[in-house]
């Protein structure tokens, strides 16, 4: 309980710490002190549960997230558990998560089709906007971002087990709606491009725990092509190439390097060592992540949730490229001295680093 008054008494330095250039500093391999988190997110179940067990709802301002992101686009949504959204999707939100419903493609032919107007999903408004908001939070990293990446996309078109089934007996097919996809995001990249942040976030889940999904060759093949295309779209526009993506890809960490990838984010630790990464790629990728959601934090101890987070920190960070992160939200289901744990482990490693660390300072 003192470590955690200690954090809600210093919550202050919030505004006056420049985590902008931390992050910056991390992506270009340079080692800081205190390494930058981000993304510690908790649901808000247990971040009730959170204000009730420590008597006090002032721990959610002390947080020291350094990344703050927005998405670019405006793709349709309401209260009810079924709906459709600008590309024909028809979802479901009353089962835990969103499920399509009804995709707009039921047959492996594109007649017919039109992709939603860019300038609707991208308008004018919601670019300024981001613009207000990336000057109101100067000391923070900035990303924007626009969901659904080519393979998440084409499988939302056509249904997932559809896409896996095009992906083999439909190759020509698929190959030309991936084109018709890469397309459309490169146009939305070009409305997102004219925004001031300092990366593009890109989202597109390629693997599943025992690997890429469609297999590394056919990723090579169908989409690492159009990706080189947008990821150095980005760099010439002078931004940083960030991307989540679950599972285990650790076959095409190459190809990602290759092609301009700066940031892999999620490394689930249950599905990809990060300790392996760092000695293999460290120099070469930034990661972002590598807190086990599905291990460490629901069924670790307090103890061996801090001693990870910690290891984390130096192993990971050593060198720079690193930003802390649990590879997943803080789910409502976590006990929550293990989600304190978890919130205190990280405020205490990042408030220590800031000792005589005049770099991080505004």
């Known amino acids: 309980m003192a470590a955690m008054l200690e954090t809600i008494k210093n919550c202050r330095w919030q505004i006056m710490i420049n985590y902008r250039q931390l992050v910056i500093d991390q992506l270009k391999f340079k080692e800081t002190k205190p390494v930058p988190y981000a993304r510690l997110y908790f649901e808000e179940g247990i971040a009730k549960k959170m204000d009730q067990y420590l008597a006090s709802d002032k721990w959610r301002s002390s947080l020291h997230n350094a990344i703050i992101g927005w998405s670019g686009i405006c793709v349709g949504s309401n209260d009810q558990n079924v709906f459709t959204d600008e590309y024909g999707i028809t979802w479901t939100t009353g089962k835990g998560a969103m499920h399509i419903e009804s995709p707009p ?23 300024s906007e981001i613009n207000r908001n990336v000057v109101a939070n100067k000391n923070f990293f900035t990303n924007v971002g626009f969901g659904f990446g080519l393979f998440e996309r084409t499988w939302t078109l056509r249904g997932f087990e559809n896409t896996l089934m095009d992906v083999a007996a439909e190759p020509r097919f698929y190959m030309d709606m991936l084109s018709c996809v890469a397309e459309h995001q490169l146009k939305i990249l070009s409305r997102l491009l004219q925004t001031d942040v300092d990366s593009i976030y890109f989202s597109d889940d390629w693997g599943d725990q025992r690997g890429v999904i469609i297999g590394a060759e056919r990723w090579r093949h169908l989409i690492k092509p159009h990706l ?15 991307s989540h993506c679950c599972g285990n890809i650790s076959e095409i960490i190459r190809d990602c ?8 984010q999620s490394v689930q630790p249950e599905a990809m060592n990060p300790y392996d990464l760092k000695k293999r790629f460290g120099g070469q990728i930034s990661f972002w992540g590598g807190l086990g959601s599905q291990t460490t934090i629901p069924f670790g101890t307090c103890y061996q949730i801090k001693a990870e987070i910690h290891k984390l ?8 490229g690193y930003i802390l992160g649990t590879a997943k939200s803080i789910l409502n289901d976590t006990p929550v001295e293990n989600a304190v744990a978890v919130m205190e482990a990280f405020n205490n490693e990042f408030e220590s680093g800031l000792e005589n660390n005049s770099v991080s300072w505004g």
């Open 105 to 127: 493609l039921n047959q492996p032919s594109l007649r017919g089709y039109d992709f939603p107007d860019v300038n609707r999903l991208c308008p004018d408004e919601l670019l």
């Open 228 to 242: 080189a295309v947008m990821y150095g779209k980005v760099h010439k526009a002078g931004k940083f190439v960030m």
């Open 257 to 264: 390097i290759d092609i301009g990838l700066d940031c892999l």
């Open 313 to 320: 920190c130096v192993e990971m960070g050593r060198g720079g």
